[in-house]
């Protein structure tokens, strides 16, 4: 088996970093031998299922749980008089009510009840026989409608935050986010053109192919292990912990593989109910979703309403723009509207601004984060009218991007002045690529647009063990979703300078590493591996004293080079890191260092990208031609994860804009609740999305790495679109550019 | 001296439209309770549901971080990620 498949690829001074070895986990991976969440099974299981709310909003009058506790094979059933009151913070009491629905419902598929029985078929009849009275109450399903004054209210004491006065009575309108700069009226009046227009995104999901679950073990002494498919599991044990009323050290989590995150398995469902049943039950619980109770229950990303007006210069310069943007929440607050207010304007310099960010609970399930949650939608009508703007100006789409990018040393308009990033080089990597310039015949248009990402840096801990053979073992906590086990192997092995198969990476559970962060913001290569190297290093040093003392010379005598331990004046044979390791009796004991960090030095993301597309005149479907994306990732470490990060954003965001929605009936139910109706894109539909992984060093990670997870899935949306409009002659707002709405855009093109 | 930039949002809710301000703290926390002196109610927002950006480095729970003589500080709203 070769490691280094391609040694060519290695960046400028590494040996590791920047190689494309195997994943250390893709054998288990392809072979099925891995185990991810519903895998599991112990003896004397029981299985547990949720009754969930048929409605989108009522009272809960009263549970009848005495049938369903005296059927066949039923070992527990757990209501809401199960679990504590909702208490601390407000976003905690949230994530309580989600977990276990209290006074009433407020989307369908709201948990109400959950069993556990020998069976599943027996859990299932179980929930089913429980007697629920419901009282009905009007619902709420978009942003118009719960903004509106007569609106149905979810939460009778939610006062709208970021109001100036503050709002005497309660709303659905949970905050307002605000960013302004310069003077807009005089933006506007200095304007040669001016753009404008409402858009809308619907609610849509990351569609991962693992649904959630959870197993629970409950020994008497209440001490509980849990399993569970998760993007950070230390934060599965938090937030379980504060549904259960427990410390959280009272709860084991064990890390299953995750099949497909992208910010959905950052919180928590089954988790505390299989816990509680199992407490109850006294016995091991095993809960897995179907993909209809994934659909119904779990958070999808917000659907949005922004109008939006901008002004331009003749020569492109963007003097004003005004955005105001409606983010749904879901049932509880806590839609992505102020990163959508933040992240709409931060790739380019415009003086006079005004930014307005709702964040509206509505009667659908609690948002979960997506990807870059909120810069999406904020993009898809940023980038949308820079499109139309450079049409009306007669400029191509990427100089009007240059003309207005950020650099080094600019002012976001959220506040801050960037460091060093690399956009202006996305731009010019895609301007000078050869897709760029291909003709495009009827019925083709070309679209471009660009994103913007934070990324994370957060809290990682690592440790990291020498064998005694010198193989290395790398103990971390971050759930790999992207190839992290990979990246943290290529650091380690660039660290010791040893082959990265000598290297182990290691995913621990709760009780075998220190606290860890959610594989989430972009930030595991960053933060995880800065503390991956921090331990390394610890060793090295350690290595290097341990040789000194061997030679009986100073500690500054001694280097680390290529693996080995040398004398600066070559006075001393090496010692390889296999002799130092065989040796520690001698030298102080095992070879073993953890390093704890809260990450500094985040680097910012930036993606532009440029599809083609060709659209049926008869049909209106879309098929796409080509699809280029340029991404800053700062220094790649293994270029075949980076470059599938930068296609996965991509394929998920042509979905979001040519295929998927959440479909709901008048009483607020989905209609569309599985894979054959809600439409995710497949390899079929993909051509294959050609990347350029542009490298501009984030100078705050060791060997200058970025988040490259995210910033991926900002552009495609307003891309698509702005290719759709160059094709078919018309702008479309509405997303998703499905065939139906496409035709009618053909057919009514002069309307 | 820390030299501290209001979003439009505190400065509409909290700081009578003031924009920018040059302040004596040496931490976060300093900053914050010099604030909450001048513009009552601000602390607590500050305290909660904000990042804090240091010379531009965003940076959640900042508190007790420290601020080098001539810091850029911004509050922003608290972020997640995917």
Request: glycine share 10%; with cysteine; aromatic share 6%.
């Amino acid at each position: 088996m070769t490691i280094a498949e391609d040694p060519a690829t290695t960046a400028p001074g590494y040996k590791w970093v920047g190689t494309r070895m195997i994943r250390p986990d893709g054998f288990e991976k392809v072979t099925g031998r891995a185990r991810f969440g519903a895998d599991l099974k112990l003896n004397g299981m029981l299985y547990g299922h949720v009754l969930r709310s048929p409605h989108a909003h009522a009272n809960i009058v009263s549970i009848d749980t005495s049938e369903a506790e005296k059927m066949a094979g039923v070992r527990a059933v757990i209501t809401r008089a199960d679990f504590p009151a909702p208490s601390g913070p407000a976003g905690d009491q949230d994530l309580q009510r989600n977990a276990m629905a209290r006074e009433k419902v407020l989307y369908e598929g709201h948990v109400v009840a959950a069993v556990a029985a020998q069976t599943r078929g027996q859990a299932k009849a179980a929930a089913e026989a429980i007697k629920v009275v419901y009282e009905v109450l009007p619902h709420v399903m978009t942003v118009d409608e719960a903004m509106a004054p007569s609106a149905a209210l979810l939460h009778p004491n939610l006062m709208t935050k970021g109001i100036d006065p503050a709002p005497t009575g309660p709303s659905n309108v949970a905050s307002r986010a605000l960013y302004q700069g310069g003077d807009l009226d005089l933006g506007f009046a200095e304007s040669d053109v001016v753009v404008e227009g409402t858009f809308t995104t619907k609610p849509v999901h990351h569609g991962y192919i693992e649904p959630h679950a959870a197993v629970a073990d409950t020994t008497p002494n209440g001490r509980t292990t849990l399993w569970c498919s998760s993007q950070g599991h230390f934060t599965m044990r938090a937030m379980s912990a504060k549904v259960l009323g427990w410390e959280p050290s009272r709860l084991k989590v064990i890390p299953a593989e995750i099949g497909g995150g992208f910010g959905g398995k950052t919180t928590i469902y089954l988790e505390p109910l299989a816990v509680r049943l199992s407490q109850k039950a006294g016995r091991p619980v095993k809960m897995v979703m179907s993909r209809d109770e994934v659909f119904r229950a779990t958070g999808p990303a917000s659907g949005t309403k922004i109008v939006a007006k901008m002004g331009f210069k003749n020569d492109g310069t963007m003097v004003a723009a005004e955005l105001w943007m409606a983010y749904e929440a879901g049932a509880f607050a806590g839609s992505p509207a102020g990163a959508g207010s933040m992240t709409a304007l931060a790739p380019y310099t415009v003086a006079n601004f005004l930014i307005e960010g709702f964040d509206v609970v509505v009667n659908k399930p609690k948002v979960a984060a997506y990807r870059a949650p909120g810069a999406p939608m904020s993009s898809f009508a940023v980038e949308s009218l820079i499109d139309e703007a450079a049409t009306k100006i007669g400029m191509d789409p990427i100089e009007i991007r240059l003309k207005n990018a950020v650099t080094e040393g600019c002012q976001a308009t959220y506040g801050p002045k960037f460091p060093r990033i690399g956009f202006v080089e996305t731009l010019e990597a895609i301007k000078n690529h050869p897709n760029y310039q291909i003709p495009l015949g009827p019925n083709q248009g070309r679209g471009v647009a660009s994103g913007f990402w934070f990324n994370a840096g957060l809290n990682s801990s690592a440790t990291v063990h020498v064998n005694e053979d010198g193989n290395v073992i790398v103990v971390t906590g971050s759930p790999d979703i992207g190839g992290s086990r990979a990246s943290m192997a290529l650091m380690a092995a660039e660290e010791f300078g040893i082959d990265a198969a000598r290297i182990q990476p290691v995913v621990g559970d709760t009780e075998s590493v220190g606290y860890n962060d959610q594989t989430g913001g972009s930030r595991t290569t960053l933060a995880t591996g800065a503390a991956v190297i921090e331990a390394c290093r610890k060793i090295l040093a350690d290595l290097r004293g341990r040789a000194a003392k061997q030679w009986d010379v100073p500690l500054d005598k001694v280097e680390w080079v290529d693996g080995q331990a040398q004398h600066v004046d070559g006075t001393q044979p090496p010692l390889s890191l296999e002799d130092l390791a065989k040796g520690w009796n001698r030298t102080g004991g095992p070879l073993t260092a953890s390093a704890a960090l809260n990450a500094r030095g985040v680097g910012s993301a930036f993606s532009t990208q440029v599809v083609d597309l060709e659209i049926d005149p008869d049909t209106g479907h879309v098929t796409v031609l080509r699809y280029l994306t340029a991404q800053d990732a700062g220094r790649a470490i293994h270029p075949s994860y980076v470059e599938g990060q930068l296609q996965g954003g991509v394929v998920q965001g042509l979905g979001w804009a040519l295929n998927e929605e959440y479909i709901f009936d008048r009483n607020g139910k989905m209609e569309n609740a599985s894979f054959l109706d809600y439409r995710i894109p497949v390899a079929s539909d993909m051509p294959m999305i050609d990347t350029i992984v542009v490298e501009v060093p984030n100078p705050g990670h060791p060997y200058g790495v970025r988040g490259v997870g995210e910033v991926g899935i900002v552009p495609p949306l307003a891309a698509v679109a702005n290719a759709v409009e160059h094709a078919v002659g018309r702008r479309l707002r509405d997303l998703p550019l499905s065939p139906v709405r496409i035709l009618d855009a053909i057919l009514n093109k002069d309307c | 001296m820390a030299h501290v930039h209001f979003s439009a949002g505190l400065r509409s809710s909290f700081t009578g439209g003031v924009a920018d301000l040059v302040v004596e703290a040496t931490t976060v926390r300093a900053l914050i309770r010099a604030l909450d002196e001048r513009f009552p109610g601000i602390g607590e927002k500050l305290s909660s549901g904000t990042s804090v950006a240091i010379d531009g480095e965003i940076i959640p729970d900042a508190d007790l971080e420290a601020l080098a003589p001539h810091a850029e500080v911004h509050f922003l709203e608290t972020l997640g990620g995917g």
